[in-house]
Protein backbone atom coordinates (compact mmCIF):
# COMPACT_ATOMS: atom_id res chain seq x y z
CA UNK A 1 0.00 0.00 0.00
CA UNK A 2 1.56 3.40 -0.61
CA UNK A 3 0.20 5.28 2.23
CA UNK A 4 2.51 8.28 2.21
CA UNK A 5 1.94 8.51 -2.13
CA UNK A 6 0.47 11.45 -2.71
CA UNK A 7 0.69 13.75 -5.61
CA UNK A 8 -0.87 16.79 -7.45
CA UNK A 9 -1.16 18.38 -10.66
CA UNK A 10 -3.09 21.23 -11.37
CA UNK A 11 -1.06 23.13 -14.16
CA UNK A 12 -3.09 23.45 -17.07
CA UNK A 13 -0.43 23.40 -19.93
CA UNK A 14 -1.51 24.21 -23.39
CA UNK A 15 0.20 22.70 -26.97
CA UNK A 16 -0.37 24.16 -30.21
CA UNK A 17 1.48 23.33 -33.17
CA UNK A 18 0.99 23.63 -37.10
CA UNK A 19 2.33 21.38 -39.84
CA UNK A 20 3.77 22.63 -42.76
CA UNK A 21 2.39 20.70 -46.37
CA UNK A 22 4.99 20.71 -49.26
CA UNK A 23 3.94 20.46 -52.90
CA UNK A 24 4.84 17.31 -54.76
CA UNK A 25 8.05 18.06 -56.40
CA UNK A 26 8.03 17.71 -60.77
CA UNK A 27 11.35 17.98 -62.28
CA UNK A 28 10.08 18.22 -65.75
CA UNK A 29 7.85 21.40 -65.09
CA UNK A 30 10.71 22.85 -62.74
CA UNK A 31 13.33 22.43 -65.40
CA UNK A 32 10.93 24.48 -67.69
CA UNK A 33 10.11 27.01 -65.54
CA UNK A 34 12.18 30.04 -64.72
CA UNK A 35 10.01 31.48 -62.16
CA UNK A 36 11.86 33.03 -58.84
CA UNK A 37 12.37 30.82 -55.93
CA UNK A 38 10.77 31.69 -52.87
CA UNK A 39 12.88 33.19 -50.22
CA UNK A 40 11.73 32.44 -46.88
CA UNK A 41 11.32 35.47 -44.19
CA UNK A 42 13.65 35.38 -40.95
CA UNK A 43 11.39 34.76 -37.94
CA UNK A 44 10.72 38.04 -35.77
CA UNK A 45 13.07 38.43 -32.83
CA UNK A 46 11.86 36.79 -29.47
CA UNK A 47 9.43 39.12 -27.46
CA UNK A 48 9.89 39.14 -23.35
CA UNK A 49 6.43 37.66 -22.25
CA UNK A 50 5.65 38.53 -18.70
CA UNK A 51 4.25 35.67 -15.98
CA UNK A 52 0.11 35.54 -16.01
CA UNK A 53 -1.41 37.36 -13.03
CA UNK A 54 -1.38 35.17 -10.03
CA UNK A 55 1.59 32.63 -11.04
CA UNK A 56 4.50 31.89 -9.08
CA UNK A 57 8.16 31.12 -9.95
CA UNK A 58 9.39 27.19 -8.60
CA UNK A 59 12.30 29.71 -6.29
CA UNK A 60 9.20 31.69 -4.91
CA UNK A 61 7.15 28.95 -4.29
CA UNK A 62 9.90 26.97 -2.86
CA UNK A 63 10.57 29.40 -0.13
CA UNK A 64 7.04 30.20 0.93
CA UNK A 65 6.32 26.31 1.38
CA UNK A 66 9.86 26.08 3.13
CA UNK A 67 8.42 28.97 5.46
CA UNK A 68 5.39 27.61 6.20
CA UNK A 69 7.03 24.34 7.11
CA UNK A 70 9.75 25.75 9.24
CA UNK A 71 7.28 27.62 11.09
CA UNK A 72 5.02 24.10 11.70
CA UNK A 73 5.64 22.53 15.25
CA UNK A 74 2.55 20.05 15.31
CA UNK A 75 -0.29 19.51 13.10
CA UNK A 76 -3.47 17.09 13.54
CA UNK A 77 -5.86 16.50 11.06
CA UNK A 78 -8.58 14.34 9.52
CA UNK A 79 -7.27 12.87 6.19
CA UNK A 80 -9.02 11.51 3.11
CA UNK A 81 -6.98 9.11 0.88
CA UNK A 82 -7.85 8.14 -2.91
CA UNK A 83 -5.76 6.12 -4.20
CA UNK A 84 -4.82 5.26 -7.67
CA UNK A 85 -7.22 2.68 -8.38
CA UNK A 86 -9.99 4.74 -7.04
CA UNK A 87 -9.94 3.27 -3.72
CA UNK A 88 -10.41 5.49 -0.48
CA UNK A 89 -9.53 5.11 2.97
CA UNK A 90 -9.80 7.98 5.78
CA UNK A 91 -8.26 8.29 9.02
CA UNK A 92 -6.39 10.55 11.78
CA UNK A 93 -3.08 12.25 11.02
CA UNK A 94 -0.75 13.54 13.44
CA UNK A 95 2.93 15.73 12.56
CA UNK A 96 5.36 16.93 15.28
CA UNK A 97 8.21 18.17 13.30
CA UNK A 98 10.78 17.56 12.78
CA UNK A 99 11.21 13.98 12.05
CA UNK A 100 7.54 12.11 13.40
CA UNK A 101 4.36 11.34 12.10
CA UNK A 102 2.01 9.14 12.44
CA UNK A 103 -1.06 7.80 10.19
CA UNK A 104 -3.67 6.43 11.67
CA UNK A 105 -6.45 4.70 9.12
CA UNK A 106 -10.14 4.22 9.99
CA UNK A 107 -11.61 0.40 10.64
CA UNK A 108 -11.77 -1.82 9.17
CA UNK A 109 -8.40 -0.78 7.55
CA UNK A 110 -5.65 -1.96 9.85
CA UNK A 111 -2.76 -0.17 8.99
CA UNK A 112 -0.64 2.34 11.02
CA UNK A 113 1.93 4.39 9.48
CA UNK A 114 4.60 5.85 12.37
CA UNK A 115 7.46 7.78 11.82
CA UNK A 116 9.25 8.07 14.63
CA UNK A 117 12.47 11.05 13.28
CA UNK A 118 14.66 8.24 11.72
CA UNK A 119 12.39 5.33 9.63
CA UNK A 120 9.16 4.98 8.59
CA UNK A 121 7.06 1.83 10.28
CA UNK A 122 3.99 0.34 7.88
CA UNK A 123 2.22 -1.81 10.81
CA UNK A 124 -0.75 -4.57 9.41
CA UNK A 125 -2.69 -5.14 12.21
CA UNK A 126 -4.39 -8.30 10.67
CA UNK A 127 -1.01 -9.48 9.13
CA UNK A 128 0.85 -9.11 11.96
CA UNK A 129 3.66 -7.39 10.08
CA UNK A 130 5.55 -4.43 10.33
CA UNK A 131 7.88 -2.73 7.90
CA UNK A 132 10.40 0.46 8.25
CA UNK A 133 12.08 2.32 5.84
CA UNK A 134 14.78 5.47 6.64
CA UNK A 135 12.70 8.55 6.43
CA UNK A 136 15.34 9.98 4.06
CA UNK A 137 13.69 6.91 1.27
CA UNK A 138 10.19 8.37 1.74
CA UNK A 139 8.28 11.33 0.65
CA UNK A 140 8.04 12.11 4.64
CA UNK A 141 11.35 13.25 4.13
CA UNK A 142 9.82 16.56 2.35
CA UNK A 143 7.43 17.28 5.12
CA UNK A 144 9.31 16.22 8.05
CA UNK A 145 13.24 17.13 7.58
CA UNK A 146 14.24 19.53 9.97
CA UNK A 147 17.01 21.67 7.96
CA UNK A 148 14.92 22.31 4.40
CA UNK A 149 17.03 24.00 1.22
CA UNK A 150 14.14 23.10 -1.11
CA UNK A 151 15.02 24.92 -3.25
CA UNK A 152 18.69 24.72 -3.42
CA UNK A 153 18.53 21.42 -2.93
CA UNK A 154 17.07 21.15 -6.41
CA UNK A 155 13.81 19.51 -5.50
CA UNK A 156 11.75 21.96 -6.51
CA UNK A 157 10.44 21.10 -9.85
CA UNK A 158 7.40 23.55 -10.31
CA UNK A 159 5.17 25.80 -8.38
CA UNK A 160 1.34 27.27 -9.77
CA UNK A 161 -1.45 28.88 -7.69
CA UNK A 162 -4.88 28.24 -8.25
CA UNK A 163 -8.24 28.82 -7.22
CA UNK A 164 -6.27 30.33 -4.03
CA UNK A 165 -4.25 27.27 -3.59
CA UNK A 166 -0.31 27.07 -3.98
CA UNK A 167 1.13 23.36 -5.46
CA UNK A 168 4.45 22.96 -4.96
CA UNK A 169 5.58 19.89 -7.12
CA UNK A 170 8.91 18.10 -5.45
CA UNK A 171 10.96 15.49 -7.12
CA UNK A 172 14.40 14.11 -5.40
CA UNK A 173 17.06 15.18 -8.15
CA UNK A 174 18.79 12.22 -6.62
CA UNK A 175 16.64 9.63 -7.10
CA UNK A 176 16.42 8.12 -3.65
CA UNK A 177 12.95 8.79 -3.76
CA UNK A 178 10.69 7.45 -6.70
CA UNK A 179 8.18 9.86 -8.15
CA UNK A 180 7.22 13.00 -7.39
CA UNK A 181 5.20 14.49 -4.56
CA UNK A 182 3.06 17.99 -4.71
CA UNK A 183 1.95 19.86 -1.80
CA UNK A 184 -1.35 21.86 -1.85
CA UNK A 185 -1.26 25.01 0.22
CA UNK A 186 -4.48 26.86 0.75
CA UNK A 187 -2.78 30.18 0.27
CA UNK A 188 -5.75 32.83 -0.51
CA UNK A 189 -3.20 35.91 -0.09
CA UNK A 190 -0.20 35.57 -1.88
CA UNK A 191 0.80 38.97 -0.74
CA UNK A 192 0.15 37.93 3.34
CA UNK A 193 2.90 36.17 5.65
CA UNK A 194 3.38 32.14 5.02
CA UNK A 195 2.15 31.60 8.04
CA UNK A 196 -1.55 32.23 6.90
CA UNK A 197 -1.02 29.48 5.06
CA UNK A 198 -2.58 26.04 5.35
CA UNK A 199 -1.57 22.55 4.31
CA UNK A 200 -4.84 21.11 2.58
CA UNK A 201 -2.98 17.78 1.23
CA UNK A 202 -0.83 16.46 -1.24
CA UNK A 203 -0.28 14.66 -4.37
CA UNK A 204 2.06 11.66 -5.15
CA UNK A 205 2.95 9.79 -8.41
CA UNK A 206 4.74 6.80 -8.12
CA UNK A 207 7.34 5.36 -9.93
CA UNK A 208 4.87 3.28 -12.29
CA UNK A 209 2.68 6.67 -12.72
CA UNK A 210 -0.02 6.07 -9.98
CA UNK A 211 -1.37 9.09 -8.40
CA UNK A 212 -2.42 9.05 -5.21
CA UNK A 213 -3.99 12.05 -3.43
CA UNK A 214 -4.57 12.92 0.28
CA UNK A 215 -7.08 15.46 1.54
CA UNK A 216 -6.95 17.30 4.89
CA UNK A 217 -9.59 18.29 7.08
CA UNK A 218 -10.60 19.46 10.29
CA UNK A 219 -6.89 20.96 11.12
CA UNK A 220 -5.44 21.79 13.94
CA UNK A 221 -2.19 23.08 14.34
CA UNK A 222 -0.25 23.90 17.75
CA UNK A 223 -1.80 21.56 19.69
CA UNK A 224 -0.46 18.90 22.22
CA UNK A 225 0.75 15.30 21.05
CA UNK A 226 1.43 12.58 23.50
CA UNK A 227 5.17 11.43 22.37
CA UNK A 228 3.81 7.33 22.08
CA UNK A 229 1.95 8.18 19.32
CA UNK A 230 5.49 8.43 17.35
CA UNK A 231 6.67 4.72 18.75
CA UNK A 232 5.55 1.53 17.76
CA UNK A 233 7.64 -2.04 18.52
CA UNK A 234 7.14 -4.73 17.37
CA UNK A 235 5.41 -6.48 19.83
CA UNK A 236 2.96 -3.50 19.31
CA UNK A 237 1.15 -5.08 16.25
CA UNK A 238 1.35 -9.16 17.62
CA UNK A 239 -2.30 -9.43 18.94
CA UNK A 240 -4.06 -8.02 16.92
CA UNK A 241 -5.90 -4.41 16.54
CA UNK A 242 -6.59 -4.25 20.49
CA UNK A 243 -3.29 -2.59 21.10
CA UNK A 244 -3.08 -0.24 18.26
CA UNK A 245 -4.91 2.49 19.73
CA UNK A 246 -2.47 2.20 22.78
CA UNK A 247 -0.69 5.73 21.98
CA UNK A 248 -3.98 7.23 22.20
Known amino acids: ?21 EAPFDTAADAQTDAPVAVEEALPEPQTVEAAPGQISPEAGAARAQAWL ?19 TSGVLEIDRPGRARFDYDDPNPVL ?16 TIDRAPIGATPLRFL ?10 GVVQDAGRYEGRLYVTLE ?35 AMGGMTEVRLSEIE ?19 GDDRRRRGR
Open 144 to 153: LQDELNLAGA
Open 1 to 21: MNTTALLLSAALSLFTGAQAT
Open 221 to 239: TGVRISPRQFILDDEDVMG
Open 70 to 88: EGLDTLRARFDQIAADNSE
Open 113 to 128: VVADGSTVAIADFALE
Open 172 to 206: DPDGEIQGRLTLVFDDADPDAAPDAMMLAGWYTVD
